[in-house]
């Protein structure tokens, strides 16, 4: 799980595209990144999901940071950073 930042959720997205047993989710601001930038992660498909939230950057991070605290949502879904 990531929150994109510039070109990290692309660079993430490129580096897992394709993985077998692997599943990206990147979550990202609507509207507050460029149209270019939404292509380079969000044009993939197959293991690479993506997911607009209305709201900033640190409302993307506030969300990846409730998902890893969840301790039981770690564990059943195998949670994983790019930032591990």
Same mark, same amino acid.
């Given at each position: 799980?990531?929150?994109a930042f510039l070109y990290t959720g692309a660079a993430v997205a490129h580096a897992f595209y394709g993985l077998e047993n692997v599943r990206v989710v990147i979550l990202y601001p609507r509207g507050k990144i460029s149209p270019l930038q #939404? &292509?380079?992660f969000c044009t993939l498909g197959g293991n690479i999901e993506t997911v607009a939230i209305d709201g900033d950057f640190d409302a993307c991070q506030a969300l990846? &940071?409730?998902a890893f605290d969840d301790e039981e949502l770690k564990t059943a879904l195998g949670l994983n950073? #790019?930032?591990s």
């Open positions: 799980m990531a929150h #939404e &292509k380079l990846v &940071k409730q950073s #790019e930032f």
